[in-house]
């Protein structure tokens, strides 16, 4: 490459020479303007030469990271046909297809979309068309015969008119994410039917402030409640214990923040106004501080239980009162049991009774 420095000593030495030998100003004209054509030229050809190395470096370059890069770059065009316009090589190393797959058939990417999916995702194209931009997920068929999920983010280019010219787009495959979300989903529905049949109503509130529920189990329904009567009345609980109920329940729940957990029995409002008797078993959660956090507790359904105690309870009164008003009956009762009034499993527990009101006990 010649510089400009000798460019300038061989276009002196030249006038140098032609002054001495009297050349004419035409000439002299002449030589100078070759000169610098010369030097132009040579400049230019090694401005395009740099160019294309830079060019050339940045195609490289380029390549290399769409080879590397985890979503599959394309192109089509955004009118007439659509045929396809550019595609980046990482697809073979994704999807198993060679570039030229995708570039010589305008029907590849309608082809390999699910069926199941398909109708959905033309029906929201129009939305690339209006915002300029578009994102949706759906199973793709790798070249393998096997369907992977791809996260496909879609952008409209327009011409200087305005016009849509092109669209860009990228496939990224999101397999791993979509099976952890149908394992999640998998796990939440497993998680809700236990729920939904357990015996007891799980429930939770905040344990501070305004003690806002934050949780409970659809089978809240077996008390006649949906679980959004609850969620979104910060009163729903205390607005439907026992009013004889309340007092000492509510004074019995400061061992809950002292014990950790606490349970107690007491009279609930269904939604039709009947009464049940529930237990309530409730646990303190704790946040990484060590505050009070969230109380996690269940509600199950004692009355059958309280019914049985409290049959048990009337019956041992009254087989009480009869050995009150008859203490010297035991001698006949043994002797003519069959003259009792009382049931088989009541002949037992008054026999109990007189060895027991003997021993004073009763």
């Known amino acids: 490459m010649t510089s400009s420095r000798k460019y300038a000593e061989i276009a ?33 050809d090694e401005e395009r030469q740099h ?32 045929s396809p316009t550019f595609v ?16 010589d058939d305008p029907n590849f990417w309608r082809e390999r979309v699910h069926p199941d999916d398909l109708p959905l995702i033309e029906a929201e194209m129009d939305a690339l068309f209006k915002a300029g931009e578009h994102v949706i997920e759906y199973r793709f068929r790798r070249k393998d015969g096997t369907y992977c999920w791809v996260n496909d983010e879609q952008h409209l280019v327009r011409d200087e008119k305005g016009e849509p010219a092109e669209v860009v787009g ?61 969620l979104k009345n910060a009163d729903f609980w205390r607005a439907r214990v026992h009013p004889d109920d309340i007092e000492s329940v509510e004074a019995e729940q400061a061992l809950l923040f002292e014990r950790g957990r606490h349970t107690a029995e007491y009279r609930f409002r269904k939604k039709d106004d009947h009464y049940c008797w529930v237990s309530d078993e409730q646990h303190l959660v704790r946040d990484e501080n060590g505050a009070p956090f969230e109380i996690v507790g269940s509600w199950s359904d004692i009355t ?59």
Do not use: H
């Open 12 to 44: 002196t030495a030249a006038l140098g020479k032609m002054l001495r030998d009297g050349t004419d100003s035409g000439k002299v004209a002449e030589i100078v303007e070759s000169v610098l054509a010369d030097a132009t030229r040579e400049r230019e």
């Open 51 to 82: 160019l294309a190395e830079v060019e050339a470096t940045a195609a490289t370059r380029l390549a290399r990271l769409l080879d590397a890069s985890p979503a599959v770059i394309y192109s089509f065009e955004a009118k007439g046909d659509f």
């Open 88 to 103: 980046s090589d990482n697809i073979t190393r994704l999807f198993g297809y060679a570039a030229s797959e995708y570039l």
């Open 170 to 230: 990228s496939w990224s495959d999101i397999s791993p994410r979509k099976v952890a979300e149908e394992a999640e989903d998998r796990a939440r529905e497993r998680l809700a039917l236990l729920l939904d049949t357990a015996p007891s109503v799980i429930y939770s509130f905040k344990a501070s402030g305004d003690y806002a529920p934050t949780f409970v189990s659809e089978n809240i329904k077996r008390l006649g409640y949906c679980p959004d009567e609850y």
């Open 304 to 362: 059958d239980r309280k019914n049985a105690e409290a049959a048990e309870n009337a019956a041992r009164g009254r087989l009480s009162a009869l050995l009150e008003t008859a203490p010297v009956q035991r001698q006949s009762f043994q002797q003519a049991p069959e003259l009792w009034p009382v049931s088989d499993a009541d002949r037992a527990n008054i026999d109990s009774l007189f060895v027991l009101k003997r021993r004073k006990l009763v």
